[in-house]
């Protein structure tokens, strides 16, 4: 994996032959935005994006800077890799869009990122000692570990967002080939090879956690079993994440 | 109890002549489908199934591989005891299925059986030393014994899933004469002599763990007093099952 | 308060003559039960009765053998003290009228009863040492004590429920002039001089338990500070039970 | 910062000339009020209050008693500094507007008063040595320190409520120059430069207390990360205000 290769290259922005992103697409992102909203994931605060199909090495579709329970398809922004807006011009973007190019930039197998404040995952990137670790099937992602990325090492004392391309790039060194990185006093940010792993991973790396700490608490200082990792990596692969998707769709075009 | 009856005798699977199930057993299963989605004992995954009252011996019925809260009567199949499929050939079929031929293999008075990732069981199956006991009159089918099934004890190194008929008669033999079986890194399985059963103690067992986590918790190191094994005996007849039945089939035909 | 008035007397059944109770009794009995419904303090189980205003001393009314969530008007049984059934006769009555008819006994100030299985307050009556006290103004009416019932002083190995009279009896002898019984293993029952003030009290008592759990995890060890006897005498008065009915009244009627 | 200015000039009451206030800080007025009961900030109790924009100094604007969720234009009532109604006169009026009124006096930087029994706030003011700190960007606000009211201290042994100037005076000092106060065995009091300051404040106060007994809960006696005071200051500023604002107004009008 050559991690370098997106960053090196100059991005080609050619804005005024910049065609609309295709229908589906868009219309994955938007429900991505939903979905993250009605399991908490996200509140007002968040945001999913994805690289865009028509131009993965250089650009990544994300909202302008509106609650993600709000996007719908004309909010969807095309970002160059150094998270310069191509279209909607002059509109407020996210300050922390950073964190989505620069891992565009380091991961080429990441085709989508998910920033969020999700509860459960607060307390695991605070408190001292704790690591976020694999209870079950459903979160073998976390088998590899779940770095915790400490903003005054890269940034001293900020307002703890990732508002820098050298924030964001130190965000997605502390990542490295990790699907989730806790940010400590803030949230977290997970990644996939489609919107889909990514927003699978939010939802099941939050649950994880919820259960985890009822797991500590029930132990009182005994131990936990987790998953190995070889029962970890070899339970993130199947139709898992489909069927989440089927149902989560399901939910939201219901209005469930 | 002579448990190994229907085991050895061969299925006499006669496809051609398979007339439909009954309409209200149908509609039954299809209830506790939507009642186990509605009180969050399965999510996108986990499933129900019932004896096949056409042939309780030798055939089961159980939904086809999609989520529980959107299963409908035509989405039935029809399976053998060893878990293979005689209607709807060629639909991708749930992987565990062999949980449910393999246990009523094992137990000739099972008539239903649940398989769920209920979030507060998962907590019982891997803080080690913790039991899974009836705190509530509720719950006195708790009293036999919660045993907790270890799948490397079974397959090794898996991807933690029941996938073949070994690994389901090792979970039949774990869960041996008791109502509920925990599955470590996993979820649970629970049995009943009728699907209103089955689905009553998915939901109290579930609920059992939520309390007896802050009993623990509220004892600080402290003596909990559970329900004695008579206590237990003596709770689990009586009038709670139709009772709990009715209220959740009018919450699901009335919308809520 | 002259406790033995009621029980001493024997009531006058005068089925014959039975008018049906007023509309406006009925209406806040059924909404009542709606309410308990809808805060989770009962589910399928729990009841709530009131003296019968037509003969207070002698009756009471209390929906028949059903889920309070679906009870109507035309549920509404009226019992005499002995808790025999007046009206509804041959359909099946709740197996733990004895509750509310032993209380209505000895306590000639109780208006209404409520029995209910509310989760948060389990915990309190079976983890060991544990003791349920007013942590808010909202909740003065726990400052009298509240004492926990154990079935097995008063029936031995039972299947939990006040099945009987004598059972109902001890419980309200352990109730004596609380407001507040927890029963262990069970549930909890509360009292009230009005309808009004019976759900308050189950729904705050709830609130109290679960904040209360909190409050000693966040000690770990150290002190909480409750109300003093004196805060709780004062704060049970005032016009917060017809303010918190207010509101429920409209939520239920509003659907929400 | 001159705190006794609006103290010490008397209010110049003028009932007769008494406008209508402008239906722009009504609508949010009124908006806020179902802002916090939608998330269970306030339930049938709890008040929020905006200085008058006719005439900041000397008037304030608040409900009637009745509970926030049930709150419309025509039950918004004028008061002056003295917490006297100057319409609605006759009417029952909250026992505790001294809270606002006393605020407003002390604080002419603040412009609106929630006070509220948010229940995951309730532990931190009456577990001892517990303190509620920042644990996110978001709760920034916290960083300057959160003071805890001992009526006790004011008042002796009362019913909890401030129902007095006095007391509301010694709140009022309790809070000196910080955002939160919490009142033991009550609730908290936030105050805000907006309505959507305080409402925003109200909420991510609730947050950080839910995230941070669970931080402690895992660390199980180790430490946790807090913001330092300086990434509190800087996190305080920016977007997040009217951000989150946008997406509760939509909630609310769109009756989710």
């Known amino acids: 994996m050559d991690a370098k290769t997106a960053q090196t290259k100059p991005a080609r922005i050619k804005p005024a032959k910049l065609t609309r992103p ?5 219309d994955d992102l938007v429900l991505a935005n939903k979905i993250l909203f ?18 993965p090495k250089n650009r990544y579709l994300m909202s302008r ?4 329970g709000m996007v719908a398809a004309r909010d969807i922004v095309t970002f160059d890799m150094n998270s310069n807006p191509l279209t909607h011009i ?7 869009r950073f964190i989505h190019g620069e891992i565009y930039k380091q991961r080429p197998d990441v085709i989508s990122v998910v ?3 999700a509860r459960p995952l607060i307390p695991f990137g605070t408190a001292k000692g704790a690591r976020l670790r694999p209870l079950t099937h459903m ?10 990325y400490e903003i005054r090492e890269a940034g001293g004392m900020t307002d703890m967002l ?10 997605a060194e502390v990542l490295a080939d990790k699907s989730v990185v806790l940010m400590r006093g803030h949230g977290a940010t997970m990644v996939g090879t489609s919107i889909q ?26 131990k936990v079993e987790f998953l190995s990792d070889e029962e970890s990596a070899k339970s993130s692969k199947g139709r898992n994440v489909p069927r989440a998707w089927t149902l989560w769709k399901h939910q939201i075009t219901a209005g469930r």
């Open 162 to 171: 990732v508002r820098t391309a050298p924030l964001g790039k130190a965000l």
């Open 115 to 117: 920033h969020c404040h």
């Open 197 to 222: 792993e990514a927003v699978f991973r939010a939802i099941f790396a939050t649950e994880n956690a919820t259960i985890q700490m009822q797991a500590h608490a029930l132990a009182i200082g005994g």
């Open 65 to 68: 800077h509106i609650p993600p």
């Open 38 to 55: 009605r399991f908490n994931i996200v509140d007002a605060f968040g945001h999913i994006s994805v690289r865009d199909e028509r131009d």
């Open 139 to 148: 979160c073998g992602f976390l088998g590899c570990g779940v770095p915790i």
């Open 90 to 96: 002059g509109m407020p973007q996210m300050s922390e």
């Open 22 to 26: 295709s229908k589906l697409q868009l």
